[in-house]
Nanobody, 125 residues
Framework: QVQLVESGGGSVQAGGSLRLSCAGY??????LGWFRQAPGKEREGVAA????????FYAYAVKGRFTISQDHGKNTLYLQMNSLEPEDTAMYYC????????????????????WGRGTQVTVSS
């Protein structure tokens, strides 16, 4: 079925920027999310958006620095990451649901049906 593929990760210095992309989802509605997991830490929701409305959600740690967006024509999800900090270092994953919205639980991994394999983001001091 749907196979998501992330790209855009890499190594940057603190204060730098990266833009992650997630391709492969085909649902016309639902929630699209970004998660990350750093070594020794639990997986956490970073940002999400509801495809139909465009409503976005952000974790407190990234609010104001990261921007989630979508390209409807290309069925591609983006995560623009600015002012990166070493604490942002993690493996980043994208995920999608088949229907519904992100409201009420975007950071809950159980609502997502499809996942990518991840792209590594490393931020050095």
């Amino acid at each position: 079925q749907v196979q998501l593929v992330e790209s855009g990760g890499g190594s940057v210095q603190a204060g730098g920027s990266l833009r992650l992309s997630c391709a492969g989802y085909s649902s016309i509605s639902g929630c699209l999310g970004w998660f990350r997991q750093a070594p020794g830490k639990e997986r956490e929701g970073v940002a999400a958006l509801t495809r139909g409305s465009g409503t976005t959600f952000y974790a407190y740690a990234v609010k104001g620095r990261f921007t989630i967006s979508q390209d409807h024509g290309k069925n591609t999800l983006y995560l623009q990451m600015n002012s990166l900090e070493p604490e942002d270092t993690a493996m980043y994953y994208c995920a999608s649901t088949e229907w519904g919205s992100c409201s009420g639980g975007y950071s809950n991994p159980s609502i997502y049906s499809y996942w990518g394999r991840g792209t590594q983001v490393t931020v050095s001091s």
